[in-house]
């Protein structure tokens, strides 16, 4: 609780003391405006998921939109994936050294600490996930009702908040199908549990894909996909950084892609587009993927690679407010890509010394690290949006650390020899070295 509280004093010092005059970068003005629409009543169609903006209007109910309520939000939320955090560790492990390491690890996470000032969906999907897991795992042990509500609400916020988690359900349905074989659970609390997650699931959705229906958009949660598919399917998308056009303004880009994208988007504003600019925007990639299986194919992979690239996006942000030197940025990139890369490492190592009692429960966790990553492989994949899948992969780097801790030597001797494990770990400063690579690139 002591490590806990230091870790939400960190994120307050840096809000709002160290970057207090921080604007927001990013997607946060949409969500921004968003929240602000919403108690307007002038909401008019959703471009972005719902989840983020919504956890921001009681904030700006209660104290108004400013940089101030913003920094606050930001708080809130990297505080909340701290807290969640500890919570699934606590509920896979139990109270003890790895949890007390989880917690120290999640509270000194260099990317959360930096991108406190900002309102982002990673951390309340961060949140969601680990908390949806957490109760989930509960009612394994012990069924629960109420748990399985929890979980079930969980899930219908991640969705709303990136609706593309919404493949992580196939976890939650194989989990209790496997429950049900071995008699764990009875055929009427599985199609109980079936019925209130999907239930749930449909109350929190329906009603802003009925809104987007309304406003001439189809029944869809958010506007934003086709645009998204668009931009990293088309001859002119970097290989690797797929997502790059989505991060520059059209004059940012160069004339050929301008003219490209805008023959499709003459008003050069993807947050306008109307459904048929949308519908030809899919046919446009579907199209392209179809004829370029080769490119696409590669694409896909880069995507793949690109997911676990090092954090560098809130040192990129705070350089981009011209709050800090390029030497200051380059010890905050550091510090950024840094973290990450010592917890997936840890992670990575995990699998080759953990006890067989708790193999089930890596399976389990690189189930959902698939499912969550699957989606983002068909457009792009930014590095932030494996922030969801950090709270997994610290409880099992705590693992690790809490046997190096208590048998260091045993460990080494264990590892050195599994011609595997250097391949992975080579594999993972490969996938860095190129990720830097085009970093700097198409920075």
Same mark, same amino acid.
Request: aromatic letters at 12%; charged letters at 15%.
């Given at each position: 609780? &002591?490590? &806990?509280?230091?870790?939400?004093a960190l994120r307050v010092v840096i809000?709002?003391? &160290?970057?207090?005059?921080m604007p927001q970068g990013g997607d946060g003005p949409s969500y921004s405006q968003q929240a602000q629409d919403v108690l307007a009543g002038t909401m008019s169609y959703w471009y972005f998921p719902p989840g983020t903006a919504l956890s921001v209007v009681p904030f700006y109910w209660a104290f108004g939109p400013s940089v101030g309520t913003d920094h606050l939000v930001g708080v809130v939320l990297t505080s909340g994936f701290l807290v969640a955090a500890v919570f699934?560790? $606590?509920?896979?492990?139990?109270?003890? $050294?790895?949890?007390?390491i989880v917690a120290v690890l999640a509270s000194l996470y260099p990317h959360s600490l930096l991108s406190s000032p900002q309102i982002t969906s990673q951390p309340l999907a961060g949140i969601c996930l680990a908390a949806a897991i957490a109760f989930g795992w509960e009612c394994r042990d012990a069924w629960s009702w109420k748990r399985w509500v929890g979980a079930s609400i969980c899930i219908a916020a991640l969705i709303l908040t990136r609706p593309a988690s919404a493949a992580v359900i196939g976890v939650f349905f194989i989990g209790g199908l496997i429950l049900w074989r071995r008699r764990v659970i009875s055929t009427k609390i599985l199609l109980g549990a079936t019925g209130i997650m999907v239930g749930m699931v449909v109350a929190f959705v329906a009603g802003f894909m009925v809104h987007n229906e309304k406003m001439g958009h189809g029944p869809v949660l958010s506007t934003n996909v086709e645009w998204n598919i668009f931009l990293s399917n088309n001859p002119f998308t970097p290989d690797y950084k797929t997502?790059?056009?989505?991060?520059? $303004?059209?004059?940012? &880009?160069?004339?050929e892609a301008r003219s490209y994208l805008a023959h499709v988007l003459p008003h050069e504003s993807p947050y306008?587009?109307?459904?048929e600019q949308r519908r030809v925007m899919s046919d446009s990639a579907r199209s392209y993927m179809i004829s370029h299986p080769g490119t696409t194919l590669y694409r896909m992979s880069s995507r793949i690679r690109g997911f676990w690239g090092m954090d560098y996006t809130a040192s990129r942000s705070i350089r981009n407010s011209h709050l800090i030197s390029t030497a200051a940025f380059l010890v905050l990139l550091?510090?950024?890509?840094?973290g990450f890369l010592v917890v997936l490492l840890l992670a990575v190592t995990a699998p080759f010394i953990l006890p067989n009692p708790m193999k089930g429960r890596w399976w389990l966790a690189m189930a959902v690290v698939a499912l969550i990553m699957a989606p983002y492989i068909v457009a792009f994949a930014q590095t932030q949006y494996h922030l969801p899948l950090i709270p997994i992969l610290m409880l099992f780097g705590a693992i690790v650390i809490d046997h190096c801790v208590r048998e260091p030597r045993r460990i080494w001797v264990q590892v050195r020899s599994r011609w595997l494990w250097w391949a992975c770990i080579a594999t993972v400063f490969a996938i860095q070295a190129e990720h830097i690579y085009y970093m700097l690139l198409l920075l």
């Open positions: 609780m &002591i490590v &806990i509280a230091l870790g939400v809000s709002f003391v &160290i970057l207090a005059g699934l560790s $606590r509920v896979m492990l139990g109270w003890g $050294r790895p949890t007390f997502g790059h056009f989505g991060q520059r $303004r059209f004059d940012e &880009i160069s004339p306008a587009a109307t459904r550091f510090l950024e890509g840094g």
